[in-house]
T-cell receptor
Framework: SQTIHQWPATLVQPVGSPLSLECTVE??????LYWYRQAAGRGLQLLFY??????ISSEVPQNLSASRPQDRQFILSSKKLLLSDSGFYLC???????????FGSGTQLSVL | AQSVTQLGSHVSVSEGALVLLRCNYS??????LFWYVQYPNQGLQLLLK??????LVKGINGFEAEFKKSETSFHLTKPSAHMSDAAEYFC???????????FGTGTRLTIIP
């Protein structure tokens, strides 16, 4: 069966520090991968999605970037974090056969 | 562009009472519609989805939702609330052929003992 791993679960970082959140999927090949952010009091916002290795689509211009170095690995990065980057980050993958989206357990990022 | 509106950011119901969480969508083509639930300190879980088959969709944990095209609605219901239903619920819309999944702002459901 398929599983999705996302880490770390919580992260506290100072303003201006770099960021790297990792997400890996097991049990499937060539999944569509997504990074979402949920800011406090707001809905989920799609940040990036990828339909294949090295293919990244950005939905919102911002301080973050994403990379997909391997088929089942999706990384969210920043060179210098801002206070506004605080939030709950969710990685997800989609099963193209039934349109289902499966989410990781999320990373709570606090930028201080 | 597609969008989703969830009426009521907070809903409180008594244990055993009917749960009704509202969702209205806007889409230029027949959409796929989803309800997700987020329990405290956990990721999102899929409750149910509508993908143009039966208009009444049954999901996990006794929840169901009805797609009403004339009302552009996809409200989530459960006949009898349980304490374990307390969570944040998100409605989402997805157009076939588009990778975007657009979420509503969420409804926090509180169950009163």
């Amino acid at each position: 069966s398929q599983t999705i791993h996302q880490w770390p679960a919580t992260l506290v970082q100072p303003v201006g520090s770099p960021l790297s959140l990792e997400c890996t999927v097991e049990g499937t090949s060539n999944p569509n991968l997504y990074w979402y952010r949920q800011a406090a009091g707001r809905g989920l916002q799609l940040l990036f999605y990828s339909v294949g290795i090295g293919q990244i689509s950005s939905e919102v211009p911002q301080n973050l970037s994403a990379s997909r170095p391997q088929d089942r690995q999706f990384i969210l990065s920043s060179k210098k974090l801002l206070l506004s980057d605080s939030g709950f980050y969710l990685c997800a993958w989609k099963d193209p056969t039934n349109e289902k989206l499966f989410f990781g357990s999320g990373t709570q990022l606090s930028v201080l | 562009a597609q969008s989703v509106t969830q009426l009521g950011s907070h809903v409180s119901v008594s244990e055993g009472a009917l749960v009704l969480l509202r969702c209205n969508y806007s889409s230029s083509v027949p959409p796929y519609l989803f309800w997700y639930v987020q329990y405290p300190n956990q990721g999102l879980q899929l409750l149910l989805k509508y993908t143009s088959a039966a208009t009444l969709v049954k999901g996990i944990n006794g929840f169901e939702a009805e797609f009403k095209k004339s009302e552009t609605s996809f409200h989530l219901t459960k006949p009898s609330a349980h304490m374990s239903d307390a969570a944040e619920y998100f409605c989402a819309v997805h157009n076939f052929g588009n990778e975007k999944l657009t979420f509503g702002t969420g409804t926090r459901l509180t169950i009163i003992p």
